[in-house]
Protein backbone atom coordinates (compact mmCIF):
# COMPACT_ATOMS: atom_id res chain seq x y z
CA UNK A 1 0.00 0.00 0.00
CA UNK A 2 3.19 2.65 0.42
CA UNK A 3 4.24 1.53 -3.04
CA UNK A 4 0.75 2.32 -4.23
CA UNK A 5 0.75 5.13 -2.81
CA UNK A 6 4.26 6.17 -3.89
CA UNK A 7 3.25 5.64 -7.31
CA UNK A 8 0.04 7.93 -7.10
CA UNK A 9 2.14 11.00 -5.55
CA UNK A 10 4.82 9.87 -8.34
CA UNK A 11 2.60 10.58 -11.14
CA UNK A 12 1.67 13.92 -9.84
CA UNK A 13 -2.11 13.32 -7.73
CA UNK A 14 -2.20 15.21 -4.79
CA UNK A 15 -0.87 13.85 -1.14
CA UNK A 16 -4.62 15.58 0.54
CA UNK A 17 -6.85 14.11 -2.19
CA UNK A 18 -5.48 10.43 -1.61
CA UNK A 19 -6.96 8.17 0.69
CA UNK A 20 -6.77 4.29 1.54
CA UNK A 21 -10.11 2.96 2.55
CA UNK A 22 -10.54 -0.60 3.86
CA UNK A 23 -13.21 -2.87 2.74
CA UNK A 24 -15.84 -4.27 5.38
CA UNK A 25 -16.14 -8.07 6.16
CA UNK A 26 -19.78 -7.80 4.02
CA UNK A 27 -17.47 -6.14 0.92
CA UNK A 28 -15.09 -8.71 1.03
CA UNK A 29 -13.91 -11.06 -2.14
CA UNK A 30 -14.46 -15.08 -1.24
CA UNK A 31 -10.94 -15.06 -1.87
CA UNK A 32 -9.66 -12.25 0.25
CA UNK A 33 -8.57 -11.65 3.96
CA UNK A 34 -8.21 -8.59 3.53
CA UNK A 35 -8.50 -5.52 0.69
CA UNK A 36 -7.88 -1.70 0.71
CA UNK A 37 -8.87 0.96 -1.86
CA UNK A 38 -7.12 3.78 -3.06
CA UNK A 39 -9.25 6.82 -3.36
CA UNK A 40 -9.11 9.87 -5.15
CA UNK A 41 -11.29 12.92 -4.69
CA UNK A 42 -12.17 14.46 -7.82
CA UNK A 43 -15.35 16.72 -8.35
CA UNK A 44 -17.57 13.87 -8.95
CA UNK A 45 -16.30 12.75 -5.05
CA UNK A 46 -13.86 10.19 -3.86
CA UNK A 47 -13.00 7.62 -6.61
CA UNK A 48 -11.96 4.23 -6.44
CA UNK A 49 -8.57 3.92 -8.12
CA UNK A 50 -6.56 1.02 -6.96
CA UNK A 51 -7.67 -2.14 -5.08
CA UNK A 52 -5.22 -4.25 -3.30
CA UNK A 53 -6.14 -7.18 -2.05
CA UNK A 54 -4.76 -10.26 0.31
CA UNK A 55 -5.43 -13.18 -1.06
CA UNK A 56 -3.23 -15.09 1.30
CA UNK A 57 -2.86 -18.62 -0.04
CA UNK A 58 -6.21 -18.64 -1.07
CA UNK A 59 -5.45 -19.93 -4.70
CA UNK A 60 -2.15 -22.10 -3.88
CA UNK A 61 -5.15 -24.19 -1.13
CA UNK A 62 -7.80 -24.50 -3.42
CA UNK A 63 -5.21 -25.94 -6.29
CA UNK A 64 -4.13 -28.41 -3.62
CA UNK A 65 -7.66 -29.47 -2.12
CA UNK A 66 -8.81 -29.84 -5.71
CA UNK A 67 -5.67 -31.90 -6.82
CA UNK A 68 -4.47 -33.73 -3.94
CA UNK A 69 -0.86 -31.94 -4.34
CA UNK A 70 1.05 -29.91 -1.56
CA UNK A 71 2.00 -26.63 -3.59
CA UNK A 72 4.41 -25.32 -1.02
CA UNK A 73 7.80 -23.71 -1.32
CA UNK A 74 10.64 -25.15 1.28
CA UNK A 75 13.65 -23.10 1.68
CA UNK A 76 16.60 -24.06 3.88
CA UNK A 77 16.75 -22.40 7.39
CA UNK A 78 20.41 -20.39 7.50
CA UNK A 79 21.16 -21.88 11.09
CA UNK A 80 19.19 -25.35 11.99
CA UNK A 81 16.75 -25.27 14.40
CA UNK A 82 14.40 -27.57 16.60
CA UNK A 83 10.82 -28.12 16.89
CA UNK A 84 8.29 -30.87 18.62
CA UNK A 85 6.09 -32.13 16.35
CA UNK A 86 2.80 -34.35 16.06
CA UNK A 87 3.20 -37.79 14.37
CA UNK A 88 0.36 -39.55 13.58
CA UNK A 89 0.43 -42.88 14.79
CA UNK A 90 -1.48 -45.16 12.31
CA UNK A 91 -1.94 -48.36 11.37
CA UNK A 92 -0.37 -49.20 7.87
CA UNK A 93 -2.50 -52.71 7.70
CA UNK A 94 -5.97 -51.00 7.98
CA UNK A 95 -4.75 -48.38 6.04
CA UNK A 96 -3.34 -50.11 3.52
CA UNK A 97 -6.99 -53.14 3.58
CA UNK A 98 -9.31 -50.07 3.41
CA UNK A 99 -7.05 -47.72 0.35
CA UNK A 100 -5.34 -50.03 -1.29
CA UNK A 101 -3.37 -48.71 -3.67
CA UNK A 102 -3.15 -45.70 -2.32
CA UNK A 103 -2.72 -46.28 1.12
CA UNK A 104 1.07 -45.40 0.36
CA UNK A 105 -0.14 -41.66 -0.39
CA UNK A 106 -2.18 -41.75 2.63
CA UNK A 107 0.31 -42.65 5.03
CA UNK A 108 2.73 -40.32 3.70
CA UNK A 109 -0.06 -37.26 3.89
CA UNK A 110 -0.09 -38.21 7.44
CA UNK A 111 3.36 -37.87 8.20
CA UNK A 112 3.76 -34.65 6.34
CA UNK A 113 0.67 -33.09 8.54
CA UNK A 114 1.75 -29.99 10.62
CA UNK A 115 1.70 -30.27 14.38
CA UNK A 116 -1.15 -28.33 14.47
CA UNK A 117 -2.74 -30.55 12.06
CA UNK A 118 -2.39 -33.51 13.64
CA UNK A 119 -4.13 -32.43 16.56
CA UNK A 120 -6.76 -31.08 14.46
CA UNK A 121 -6.70 -34.48 13.13
CA UNK A 122 -6.77 -36.44 15.93
CA UNK A 123 -9.36 -34.29 17.89
CA UNK A 124 -11.59 -35.02 15.10
CA UNK A 125 -11.41 -38.88 14.74
CA UNK A 126 -12.07 -38.95 18.78
CA UNK A 127 -15.56 -37.89 18.11
CA UNK A 128 -15.50 -41.10 16.42
CA UNK A 129 -16.38 -40.16 12.25
CA UNK A 130 -13.99 -40.38 9.61
CA UNK A 131 -12.21 -36.93 8.85
CA UNK A 132 -9.69 -35.81 5.61
CA UNK A 133 -6.64 -36.12 5.67
CA UNK A 134 -5.84 -32.53 5.21
CA UNK A 135 -3.95 -31.50 1.64
CA UNK A 136 -5.52 -34.50 0.40
CA UNK A 137 -9.33 -36.17 -0.51
CA UNK A 138 -8.61 -39.06 1.85
CA UNK A 139 -10.93 -40.23 5.00
CA UNK A 140 -9.22 -41.78 7.49
CA UNK A 141 -11.43 -43.09 10.87
CA UNK A 142 -9.84 -43.30 14.27
CA UNK A 143 -8.78 -47.13 13.77
CA UNK A 144 -6.66 -46.10 11.15
CA UNK A 145 -5.24 -43.38 13.30
CA UNK A 146 -5.15 -44.62 16.94
CA UNK A 147 -3.60 -42.35 18.52
CA UNK A 148 -0.51 -38.86 18.01
CA UNK A 149 2.36 -38.86 19.74
CA UNK A 150 5.22 -36.09 20.21
CA UNK A 151 8.79 -35.95 18.94
CA UNK A 152 11.36 -33.60 19.25
CA UNK A 153 13.76 -32.68 16.18
CA UNK A 154 16.89 -30.32 15.73
CA UNK A 155 19.39 -29.51 18.85
CA UNK A 156 16.66 -26.89 20.28
CA UNK A 157 13.39 -29.34 21.33
CA UNK A 158 10.13 -28.35 20.77
CA UNK A 159 7.46 -30.68 20.95
CA UNK A 160 5.28 -31.69 18.05
CA UNK A 161 2.17 -34.11 17.87
CA UNK A 162 2.20 -37.05 15.86
CA UNK A 163 -1.09 -38.60 15.31
CA UNK A 164 -0.79 -42.47 15.85
CA UNK A 165 -2.79 -44.07 13.10
CA UNK A 166 -3.61 -47.39 12.28
CA UNK A 167 -2.53 -48.33 8.90
CA UNK A 168 -4.39 -51.35 8.14
CA UNK A 169 -7.21 -49.53 8.06
CA UNK A 170 -6.06 -46.37 6.17
CA UNK A 171 -4.94 -48.81 3.53
CA UNK A 172 -8.52 -50.21 3.52
CA UNK A 173 -9.99 -47.02 2.10
CA UNK A 174 -6.93 -45.36 0.10
CA UNK A 175 -5.07 -46.59 -2.80
CA UNK A 176 -0.95 -47.05 -3.00
CA UNK A 177 -0.69 -43.04 -3.82
CA UNK A 178 -2.92 -41.85 -1.39
CA UNK A 179 -1.59 -44.01 1.49
CA UNK A 180 1.80 -42.84 0.70
CA UNK A 181 0.40 -39.09 1.27
CA UNK A 182 -1.44 -39.36 4.16
CA UNK A 183 1.42 -41.10 6.34
CA UNK A 184 3.76 -38.35 4.74
CA UNK A 185 0.73 -35.77 5.91
CA UNK A 186 1.23 -37.47 9.16
CA UNK A 187 4.87 -37.97 9.92
CA UNK A 188 5.39 -34.50 9.23
CA UNK A 189 3.57 -34.06 12.99
CA UNK A 190 0.95 -31.13 13.90
CA UNK A 191 1.43 -27.88 16.59
CA UNK A 192 -0.69 -29.17 19.58
CA UNK A 193 -3.87 -26.42 18.30
CA UNK A 194 -3.87 -28.33 15.06
CA UNK A 195 -3.92 -31.41 16.68
CA UNK A 196 -6.59 -30.63 19.58
CA UNK A 197 -8.81 -29.13 16.45
CA UNK A 198 -8.17 -32.71 14.77
CA UNK A 199 -9.09 -35.00 17.92
CA UNK A 200 -12.00 -32.80 18.33
CA UNK A 201 -13.48 -33.27 14.57
CA UNK A 202 -13.22 -36.44 14.89
CA UNK A 203 -14.85 -36.97 18.50
CA UNK A 204 -17.79 -35.07 17.09
CA UNK A 205 -17.96 -35.31 13.20
CA UNK A 206 -15.86 -38.95 13.07
CA UNK A 207 -13.77 -37.81 10.38
CA UNK A 208 -11.77 -35.08 9.61
CA UNK A 209 -10.15 -33.45 6.60
CA UNK A 210 -6.76 -33.04 6.54
CA UNK A 211 -5.49 -29.31 5.46
CA UNK A 212 -4.98 -28.11 2.20
CA UNK A 213 -5.41 -31.75 0.83
CA UNK A 214 -8.90 -33.77 0.03
CA UNK A 215 -8.22 -36.62 2.13
CA UNK A 216 -10.79 -37.27 5.05
CA UNK A 217 -9.65 -39.29 7.86
CA UNK A 218 -11.94 -41.24 10.26
CA UNK A 219 -11.51 -42.24 13.82
CA UNK A 220 -10.82 -45.72 12.97
CA UNK A 221 -7.59 -44.63 11.27
CA UNK A 222 -6.29 -41.66 13.89
CA UNK A 223 -6.51 -43.38 17.79
CA UNK A 224 -4.39 -40.95 19.52
CA UNK A 225 -1.41 -38.81 19.08
CA UNK A 226 2.47 -38.81 20.99
CA UNK A 227 4.68 -35.81 20.82
CA UNK A 228 7.86 -35.67 19.57
CA UNK A 229 11.37 -33.12 19.11
CA UNK A 230 12.64 -32.77 15.56
CA UNK A 231 15.63 -30.79 13.97
CA UNK A 232 14.47 -28.36 11.32
CA UNK A 233 16.86 -27.69 8.48
CA UNK A 234 14.10 -26.00 5.90
CA UNK A 235 11.33 -23.99 6.42
CA UNK A 236 7.93 -24.92 4.09
CA UNK A 237 5.26 -22.65 3.77
CA UNK A 238 2.66 -21.80 1.24
CA UNK A 239 3.74 -18.80 -0.91
CA UNK A 240 0.80 -15.60 0.30
CA UNK A 241 -0.73 -13.35 -2.76
CA UNK A 242 -1.02 -9.89 -2.64
CA UNK A 243 -2.74 -8.61 -5.92
CA UNK A 244 -3.00 -5.16 -6.16
CA UNK A 245 -5.30 -3.70 -9.27
CA UNK A 246 -4.70 -0.34 -10.77
CA UNK A 247 -7.56 1.21 -12.77
CA UNK A 248 -5.00 2.97 -15.58
CA UNK A 249 -8.38 5.09 -16.97
CA UNK A 250 -9.63 6.64 -13.49
CA UNK A 251 -5.79 7.08 -12.24
CA UNK A 252 -5.05 9.16 -15.64
CA UNK A 253 -8.87 11.33 -15.62
CA UNK A 254 -7.97 12.14 -11.83
CA UNK A 255 -4.49 13.41 -12.71
CA UNK A 256 -5.45 15.78 -14.67
CA UNK A 257 -7.98 17.00 -12.64
CA UNK A 258 -5.83 17.66 -10.22
CA UNK A 259 -3.06 19.03 -12.25
CA UNK A 260 -5.14 21.37 -14.08
CA UNK A 261 -4.27 24.88 -13.41
CA UNK A 262 -6.04 28.39 -14.61
CA UNK A 263 -4.08 31.85 -14.35
CA UNK A 264 -5.21 34.20 -12.33
CA UNK A 265 -4.36 37.11 -15.10
CA UNK A 266 -6.42 35.38 -17.74
CA UNK A 267 -9.22 33.23 -16.89
CA UNK A 268 -9.00 31.61 -20.42
CA UNK A 269 -5.70 30.35 -20.04
CA UNK A 270 -5.28 26.91 -18.59
CA UNK A 271 -2.69 24.10 -18.54
CA UNK A 272 -1.89 20.90 -16.67
CA UNK A 273 1.51 20.75 -14.51
CA UNK A 274 2.21 17.78 -15.42
CA UNK A 275 5.81 16.27 -13.62
CA UNK A 276 8.56 15.61 -16.42
CA UNK A 277 8.07 11.62 -16.27
CA UNK A 278 4.80 11.66 -16.78
CA UNK A 279 4.30 14.97 -19.37
CA UNK A 280 3.92 14.03 -23.34
CA UNK A 281 6.40 16.83 -23.89
CA UNK A 282 8.97 17.61 -21.42
CA UNK A 283 10.56 20.82 -22.82
CA UNK A 284 9.96 22.56 -26.69
CA UNK A 285 12.05 25.57 -27.44
CA UNK A 286 10.59 26.68 -30.34
CA UNK A 287 12.92 29.81 -32.17
CA UNK A 288 10.62 32.21 -33.03
CA UNK A 289 13.56 34.41 -35.36
CA UNK A 290 16.61 32.81 -36.88
CA UNK A 291 18.68 35.94 -35.16
CA UNK A 292 18.28 34.76 -31.95
CA UNK A 293 18.73 30.94 -32.77
CA UNK A 294 22.49 31.19 -31.61
CA UNK A 295 21.98 32.61 -28.32
CA UNK A 296 19.24 30.37 -27.42
CA UNK A 297 22.07 27.53 -28.06
CA UNK A 298 23.36 27.52 -24.32
CA UNK A 299 20.00 26.77 -23.18
CA UNK A 300 19.90 23.81 -25.28
CA UNK A 301 22.34 22.60 -24.81
CA UNK A 302 21.99 22.98 -20.53
CA UNK A 303 18.84 21.33 -20.78
CA UNK A 304 19.50 18.41 -22.67
CA UNK A 305 22.46 17.72 -20.13
CA UNK A 306 19.24 17.47 -17.78
CA UNK A 307 17.72 14.98 -19.71
CA UNK A 308 14.15 17.33 -19.75
CA UNK A 309 14.31 18.18 -23.76
CA UNK A 310 12.19 16.18 -26.27
CA UNK A 311 12.63 17.73 -29.14
CA UNK A 312 14.24 20.95 -31.02
CA UNK A 313 12.81 22.68 -33.87
Known sequence: MARIQQ??????????????????????????????????????????????????????????????????????????????????????????????????????????????????????????????VPGTTYEVTRDMVPRVKTETRGPVTKDVCVPVTNNPEIRKYFNKKQYKEITAIFKEGFTQEQMELMQNKLNIEGSYRLPGTNYTITNTMVTSYHQETRQVLTETFIPHVIEPSFGMDRILYVLLEHTFRVREEDKKRTYFSLAPWVAPIKVAIIPLSQRHKREARPFIRAISEWGFISFII
Open 7 to 132: YLLKVGLVGPKIRFRQHLPNEMAHYACDCWDAEALTSYGWVECVGCADRSAYDLTCHARATGTKLCVERPLPVPVTKDVCVPVFDKGLIGKFFKKDAKAVTDALMDLSPDQVVALDGALAQGKAAV
